[in-house]
């Protein structure tokens, strides 16, 4: 299916999207398979291989036992954080995973082979599930990569499934791939960015099921803020970073009891906080479009809803309006990253996370603010163009530092992009299409120590300890 709105947010758990979210989907797609091959019944061993950034830095991002999860048979959108808890206890005390929730089979984190040097041609993040007989004979074998922002494709698919991708776009009404064909087709038919966006969804769901959609993603955004707000203390994985958004929001509440505009910076901060610090522990994000970048959307997102022009009166519905809006026109400028570029760290680094992150909510405040679609397109330009080189060199591998400030950074970028093409009439030297071609094309001349490898960077010249 061509990507939609529904697949650059999705609902999963922290820390990673790629590294987190795509190798358990992986794993409980394999998994699938070994139920309905009727190999289940004859597999006497497993074995897992990790290749490049997954066997890097899998550990700081929970890969072994995301893995561990899916080969269980849990899925990242459904698993409750209660659940993966309990289950990875019990992997831990007894020594034994349920492989497709079936059959009791020894195996831990510690008997997954890494291979963090070898890189397979289709994408740095790839990994291997083989099952064996009592014999030792191969019943099933199957590698994915998981590309970004929880996507993954199989070994063999790539051109089938770029072929159904591509078949598929031919039923959308209003295909695009460059920002160029967004802005004509809504030059053309007198739409906005968001109207296109959702014409096009319509193609596979009702209006009022896109609509209850993007609210039920904005509600897991908000819950996971209340929820972050509610935990203190360390974030795991021992580099000792504190979760900082609880004491905020108290200070907040005491300072700004009157909700006085001069704070809006202070909130942004705190949501985007928030939503990483749960992230990194592990709880229950929106992919948006990546974990990693989860904060920067909720954070711009809770910006438009209390300090845009004309939100004081708003009513429910006004609301309600807002967060669709905001999240289709979000969504098309995510789209084109997908299309043109990368959104996966370990192929460009943080610009396609965080940098893509910033120029989708620079687009979707934008819009919500009255700006053309003209306006719209500056607004996802200035906010990547200022990303450009963005590095991932996550201390100790977790997605801690820098990634946790970084989005609330990148959240305060996006604000200001938007208000910038706002006061602009739309024209501008640098479209938003070559913005995103010199995005890729840096993450293709980017080192692979500066890709999600925590081999360079911060990550070597900050001290673990
Ligand atoms: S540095 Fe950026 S790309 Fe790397 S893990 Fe952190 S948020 Fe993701």
Redesign the pocket.
């Known amino acids: 299916m061509a990507v939609g709105v529904f697949d650059l947010f999705s609902i999963g758990i922290g820390p990673?999207s790629s590294h987190t979210v795509g190798p358990m989907r992986a794993a409980a797609v394999f998994a699938e398979e070994l139920k309905s091959s009727g190999a289940l019944d004859r597999v006497a061993s497993l074995r897992v291989d990790l290749y490049g950034s997954l066997a890097a830095t899998g550990h700081g991002h929970g890969t072994m036992t995301a893995i561990l999860l899916g080969l269980e048979g849990f899925h990242p959108e459904l698993i409750l954080p209660d659940e993966v808890e309990e289950r990875l206890a019990a992997i831990a005390e007894t020594g034994t995973l349920q492989l497709a929730g079936a059959v009791p089979l020894p195996y831990g984190v510690q008997d997954m082979v890494l291979r963090p040097l070898t890189i397979l041609p289709r994408h740095t993040n790839g990994m291997t599930f083989t099952i064996f007989d009592a014999e030792d004979e191969i019943l099933h074998t199957a590698t994915f990569f998981s590309v970004g922002g929880g996507f993954i494709v199989r070994e063999g698919e790539e051109d089938a499934a770029r072929q159904q991708l591509e078949e598929s776009k031919k039923e959308l009404p209003l295909p695009f791939r460059t920002a160029a064909e967004l802005l004509g087709r809504s030059q053309s038919k007198g739409l906005s960015i968001a109207d296109i966006m959702l014409v096009n969804e319509k193609a596979s769901r009702s209006e009022e099921d896109i609509r209850e959609g993007l609210l039920h993603i904005w509600s897991v955004m908000e819950d996971c803020v209340q929820v972050s707000l509610k935990r203190e203390g360390l974030l795991p994985g021992g580099l000792k970073v504190r979760r900082r958004a609880p004491d905020w929001h108290d200070r907040l509440l005491k300072e700004d009891k009157d909700r006085d505009p001069k704070y809006w910076q202070e909130w942004v901060n705190l949501i985007a906080l928030a939503v990483n610090e749960e992230n990194a522990s592990g709880g229950r994000v929106v992919t948006a479009p990546?974990n990693?970048?989860a904060g920067i959307i909720p954070a711009v997102l809770y910006y438009a809803l209390h300090y845009a022009p004309g939100m004081e009166n708003a009513t429910k519905e006004d609301r309600d309006d807002v967060v669709v809006k905001f999240l289709l026109t979000a969504g098309a400028v995510g789209v084109l990253y997908k299309e043109q570029a990368s959104i996966s760290?370990a192929e460009v680094g943080?610009q396609g996370?965080?940098g893509s992150a910033s120029s989708m909510a620079a687009a979707g405040l934008a819009e919500v603010m009255g700006g053309t679609p003209a306006q719209v397109e500056n607004a996802a330009e200035i906010a990547m163009e200022h990303n450009l080189g963005l590095t991932?060199?996550?201390i100790g591998g977790l997605?801690q530092v820098?990634?946790i400030e970084?989005n609330a950074i990148a959240a305060a970028k996006a604000i200001n992009a938007a208000k910038m093409a706002l006061w602009g009439d739309g024209s501008h030297r640098v479209s938003l299409d070559e913005v995103i071609v010199t995005m890729r094309e840096t993450g293709k001349d980017m080192s692979s120590k500066y890709k999600?490898t925590a081999m360079g960077g911060l990550a070597v010249n900050v001290a673990v300890c």
């Open positions: 990673s990546t990693g970048a760290g943080c996370e965080v991932c060199d996550p997605v820098p990634c970084r999600e």
